[in-house]
């Protein structure tokens, strides 16, 4: 028999019978739409910061360097680390308890930023703010892959995926909005108040589903609760489900190249506000509404139409769930220089629609090829995994950089600091797509051998 990689626990294809054409209720249905407002305001607490940088800075003096700083690895550190332990604990326990308190936090902890009177005060919040957010994403990757089906993973997590371009684009609009009329703090307070009642709906409203109900065997329509401890599958480890996330070439793969795409996307969300009102000339109510509506439309579709995409052609080969990243990278690069380039607010926004839908191919996939090749009771601890690499690179590493190369251009480019230093992240794409490419071809091998073994 032909050697194979190391195996993830988890059938490379779907699940065949019952378990594999059970189609999801109206419950299933009424908490993927739950959990996807929670993403909503978990994406918006955390772009805040971005969207309202110019006033923040006029207000508290902080540099594009404190701003990356704050929006990147001071937050990240906390959001990344913190979501480890976070995902073995909800592997253990209730995931649902550990997502409401979560948002109770990150939600409390937006009150303070708004409550905040200088850099100090405002770093500690985002910090607390990012040990909220750390237990908000995982458990709910585990709750949708044990509501929906394999085969409907894709479509179910590419809907869930679209609570961040949501996010933002609420944050944008209502953000902007608020802080025009009122103040940059009211925005924080606001919002944050929004979620702390959330957490309280989620902690009443949402079941807990079987672990792994719709992986094999019979199923009903709608998840049964959570079985008796004696009736769980045995429960693996936190070493083993990290030695096994790490040893897989695909699952290390998938986790690195989306690092690479996130240190692009990160960076230019939370710059890009500043950007167009610096140096492309927009005011804070013209971003409330052309950039909310760009967000929210065009991130949305990339999450969506990936994640379809993915479903149809992963029935074929694996390697889609490369491929379609790699190519929407690849289709974007041209149209991000045009982007940076464009002399004026309008021509640049229509440059950015592009980029917008297609940077975000990365995501859906990423997420549903760990959810399909882990075993049920893994999945958090390795979306939390996922999640870390991920974001230690994009999240902690993407802003920082990004605010760093703009006030080390600012001696010699005091007018045009930030797009001199967009320019460079110029790079960073061809990095991503190399890695997808490699990916595509290590899935591929994966798919010859699984035909070849069975």
């Known amino acids: 028999m032909t050697a194979r990689s190391p195996s993830i626990e988890a059938s490379d294809t779907p699940a065949s019978g019952p378990a594999a054409t059970a189609r999801p209720g109206g419950r299933a249905w009424w908490t993927l739409g739950m959990l996807c407002f929670v993403y909503v305001l978990n994406f918006l607490d955390r772009q805040l910061l971005s969207i309202l940088a110019k006033p923040i800075q006029d207000d508290l003096g902080v540099t594009d360097g404190q701003l990356g700083l704050i929006g990147g690895l001071y937050f990240a550190l906390f959001y990344c680390l913190i979501a480890i ?4 604990l909800a592997d253990k326990t209730n995931r649902v308890r550990v997502l409401g308190f979560a948002c109770f936090l990150w939600s409390a902890a937006t009150i303070a930023c708004g409550l905040s009177r200088n ?12 040990i909220g957010e750390a237990g908000g994403v995982p458990p709910s990757y585990a709750i949708i892959s044990d509501y929906f089906p394999s085969g409907m993973r894709g479509r179910a997590l590419g809907l869930y995926n679209m609570g961040p371009p949501i996010g933002a684009a609420l944050g944008v609009a209502f953000g902007a909005s608020i802080a025009a009329a009122f103040s940059w703090r009211d925005a924080f307070v606001s919002i944050g108040i929004v979620g702390v009642v959330t957490a309280l709906a989620v902690l009443v409203f949402v079941r807990e589903p079987k672990r792994g109900g719709l992986d094999a065997g019979p199923v009903a329509d709608t998840p049964a609760p959570a079985p008796a401890p004696a009736a769980a599958p045995p429960q693996e480890s936190f070493r083993a489900t990290c030695k096994m996330f790490f040893a897989h070439p695909s699952l290390r793969l ?4 989306s690092g690479a795409t996130q240190f692009v996307t990160y960076a230019v969300i939370n710059f890009t506000t500043l950007f167009l009102m610096r140096e492309k000339g927009m005011t804070l109510g013209e971003i409330a509404i052309y950039y909310a509506l760009l967000l929210g439309l065009g991130v949305s579709a990339g999450m969506y139409v990936s994640g379809r995409l993915v479903d149809w052609l992963s029935r074929r ?3 889609a769930y490369a491929y379609v990243p790699a190519a929407g990278l690849v289709v974007a690069v041209p149209f991000f220089i045009g982007f940076v380039w464009a002399p004026t607010w309008p021509l640049a926004m229509a440059f950015l629609t592009v980029p917008t839908v297609l940077n975000y191919f990365y995501l859906s996939p990423a997420v549903a090829l760990v959810q399909e090749g882990v075993k049920p009771n893994q999945r958090v601890l390795s979306g939390a995994l996922l999640l870390l690499v991920m974001n230690l690179i994009g999240l902690g590493l993407g802003p920082t950089y990004l605010g760093a190369a703009s006030d080390f251009f600012r001696d010699s480019h005091p007018d045009n600091s930030l797009q001199i230093a967009f320019y460079t992240l110029i ?6 797509i190399a890695l997808f490419l490699w990916l595509g071809r290590i899935l591929s091998r994966e798919t010859e051998a699984g035909g070849r073994s069975r």
């Open 254 to 257: 998938i986790a690195f190249a």
């Open 427 to 432: 790079p960073f794409y061809f990095l991503a």
């Open 317 to 319: 080969t694996k390697a």
């Open 85 to 88: 332990p976070v995902g073995w």
């Open 119 to 130: 850099y100090p005060q405002l770093v500690i919040a985002r910090m607390t703010v990012g």
